[in-house]
């Protein structure tokens, strides 16, 4: 069976002949060891990262000779093949892509965001841009009494805000447009709460196979970075932070290869404490968004066992220590389980975490499942916690869940192929 022991050297040498996943110094070498010209390497660069071509001998900028020489030396690509696809009524898609030694992870492309990876219904990374949303746009900004303005989305409401916070202009829904990538197979944090979870890990992705899942879905969905913009979110399967060197090691080929800037990339971590003080250290990282789901030690325990480990005080020390950007935001994510974690008491339990700092929060609605043992709270206890947060002039944000009917939402991936509508 794939991914087994026996399987094991195989599968290294196979990803070891990838050209996805190398910088352009390790594919310099590698036209240098064939006796080519170093300018080689920078050729192999483009043609696997900006045109992100699926076969070695699309590369029509080397010599025929060479490819040639390429293929016989086993080299190849290294991209990652769609295996199924599930379209979702709202426009999402939930791809299966297959590894080369068969394990699958799974990428979501969502056309319009989900109205919060970014945490102020701007996408990812425009935060430098940001204006005031103005009636007519698809986000529009009814202000209501006191000190909370209500932002609406097609009719609904989608955020609170403390009254005349900035927010994005979304007048364009293809600019908001949104890959959300896996960065293991499966996942070794046990979050309760998670379908992922349910997998345990089998193993890190390489930076290539990272890398390779936002190139596949950029090419079926016709996307062309940078020129056409879209924003990458760490928050398929697995825990980046738990696969750090492979996951800055794609962030690194996403800017300077695929042209993706890194401050339309977010990345969200469980909570691996040492991780996000080395993350604060690298001059060229995503933004940051942080699990807490629950708002104190017991609670969060319960959910996340993981906070054994490194409790809320470790945790928020390292967030408040996080050195941000000019103008950029941390991001708490905090998924509301009924009865669990969702009553005004914990609402005022994360004002007191999250007072004082540069700071949004993204709550998501428990995306449900047969297999775990939570239930979804109803619009109205998510409305009553936001407010909550937002009357102490924390900006919140509810999460749309995207392509919850393919099981494409946040928490939802784990490789169920028993549903229609697959392509
Ligand atoms: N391992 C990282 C990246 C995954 S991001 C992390 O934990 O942050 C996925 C986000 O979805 C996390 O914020 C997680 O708390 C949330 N999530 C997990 N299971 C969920 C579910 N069933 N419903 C809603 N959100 C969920």
């Not at 036209?31 to 590369?59: C, I, N, T, W």
């Not at 492309?109 to 204006?131: H, R």
């Not at 609605?365 to 947060?389: H, K, M, S, W």
């Amino acid at each position: 069976m794939a991914g087994t022991n026996a399987n094991s050297d195989l599968a290294n040498s196979r990803l070891g002949n990838s050209l996805l996943g190398r910088s352009l110094a390790e594919l310099t070498t590698v036209a240098l060891e064939s006796g080519q010209p170093a300018y080689r390497g920078q050729q192999l660069f483009d043609a696997v990262y900006r045109q992100r071509v699926e076969r070695l001998e699309q590369v029509s900028t080397l010599p025929l000779e060479y490819r040639a020489q390429l293929a016989e030396q086993g080299w190849r690509i290294g991209l990652p093949v769609v295996e199924r696809r599930f379209v979702s009524g709202d426009g999402t898609v939930r791809y299966l892509m297959a590894l080369a030694d068969g394990e699958t992870v799974e990428t979501v492309w969502m056309p319009e965001g989900d109205g919060g990876e970014s945490g102020d219904g701007s996408e990812a990374g425009d935060e430098n841009s940001t204006q005031y949303a103005v009636p007519g746009t698809q986000y529009s900004v009814a202000s209501t009494q006191g000190p909370v303005a209500e932002v609406q989305f097609g009719g609904s409401l989608v955020g609170l805000l403390p009254h005349r916070t900035k927010i994005g202009c979304a007048a364009d829904p293809g600019r908001r447009a949104t890959i959300c990538v896996s960065s293991q197979v499966g996942c070794a944090v046990n979050c309760k709460f998670c379908f992922t979870a349910l997998l345990g890990v089998r193993r890190n992705l390489e930076a290539g196979e990272i890398v390779g899942q936002i190139a596949v879905v950029l090419r079926e969905q016709g996307v062309e970075p940078p020129m056409q913009r879209v924003n990458i979110v760490f928050m398929g399967m697995g825990e980046p932070f738990l696969n750090y060197e492979n996951f800055m090691k794609a962030v690194q080929l996403l800017v300077e290869g695929v042209g993706v800037p890194e401050s339309r990339m977010t990345v969200s971590t469980a909570g691996i404490v040492p991780r996000i003080y080395d993350f604060g250290r690298e001059a060229v990282r995503p933004k940051l968004a942080i699990s807490l789901n629950g708002s104190n030690d017991a609670l969060r325990g319960e959910v996340m066992p993981l906070n054994r480990k490194w409790n809320i005080a470790e945790l928020m020390k390292a967030a408040r220590e996080f050195p941000l950007r000019t103008r950029e935001r941390l991001t708490f994510e905090y998924v509301l389980l009924e009865g669990v974690n969702d009553a005004a008491e914990q609402a005022r339990e994360v004002v007191e975490l999250v007072r004082g700092m540069r700071a949004k929060v993204n709550l998501i609605a428990l995306n449900p499942g047969a297999e775990l043992p939570y239930r979804t709270p109803d619009e109205d206890r998510v409305t009553a916690f936001q407010r909550i947060l937002v009357a102490a002039g924390i900006p919140t944000f509810v999460r749309r869940p995207r392509g919850r009917d393919i099981f494409a939402a946040c928490g939802q991936l784990k490789g169920t192929v028993e549903i229609a509508p697959a392509q």
